[in-house]
């Protein structure tokens, strides 16, 4: 009997949640959940969230934008003068997701440095979502330094066995995949624990999961683990 021909699946996009209901509050998180709650307490009217990418920082911030009507810059504006920003600002407070980004460009630096400047004189309320703590950056620019080492700083730390749970269950509910209670415990218990690697496997698994036209049980799981 002729081998029945892979299915190929497109990649279909799928639709993040991110109200402030989906965001999962454990122990490696509380600490920001708490600071954006409590916004308005802000020392310098600034903070930035570090955490690896996945682990909600940019949720956190969509809460945050929800409630205040935060825009988010993009490093496109990096040539923008402070008076073109306040423009388009209109008296909301920033977001500046992944100052990486922001950094790799030229100029950004020097953006970065003159708007958080500017963000202090002016009494903007600025949040800044970063990989890793300012201490721990590679920063060219010593002003940017020391205005960032200035600004309350909080980590999301990695994901303890609740987080994890939730997560994949979050993961799963959005790309309409129904799991048993058995297979997330199967997934907490052996499959990698960081953010970033249990976004990409529920991806894989619901990928695999079409094409094979199977369900996503603990034999299939151990499958395309064992696959590498």
């Known amino acids: 009997m002729p081998n029945q021909p892979t299915q190929y699946v497109l990649p279909l996009p799928h639709r993040s949640a991110y109200g402030r209901e989906d965001f999962i509050v454990s122990s490696c998180n509380e600490e920001a959940v708490a600071w954006i709650d409590r916004s308005a307490d802000w020392p310098l009217q600034s903070l930035v969230i570090s955490g690896e990418t996945g682990c909600g ?33 209109d008296g909301k407070p920033l977001i500046v ?8 460009l030229e100029g950004g630096e ?17 949040l800044v979502l970063t990989s890793h703590p300012p201490a721990k950056l590679s920063i060219g620019l010593r002003d940017l330094e020391s ?29 309409q995949l ?18 970033a690697t249990v976004t990409e496997l529920v991806a894989r698994l619901d990928e695999q999961a079409l094409s094979s036209k199977k369900a996503v049980t603990i034999p299939f799981i151990r499958q395309i683990l064992q696959e590498g």
């Not at 997701?97 to 790799?104: A, I, K, T, Y």
């Open 57 to 89: 920082k940019s949720h956190l911030a969509a809460v945050w934008q929800s409630g205040t009507g935060a825009l988010q810059l993009q490093p496109a504006q990096i040539g923008s003068s402070m008076t073109e920003l306040e423009d388009w600002r």
């Open 97 to 104: 997701d992944q100052l990486e980004d922001f950094q790799g």
């Open 110 to 126: 020097a953006f970065l440095f003159h708007l958080i400047n500017h963000a202090k004189a002016e009494s903007i309320q600025l």
């Open 147 to 175: 205005r960032l080492l200035a600004m309350a700083t909080v980590s999301i730390r990695q994901p303890d066995d609740e987080l994890v749970r939730g997560l994949y269950r979050k993961l799963f509910a959005e790309r």
């Open 178 to 195: 129904k799991v048993s209670d058995d297979v997330i415990a199967y997934l907490v218990t052996h499959a990698a624990r960081g953010f």
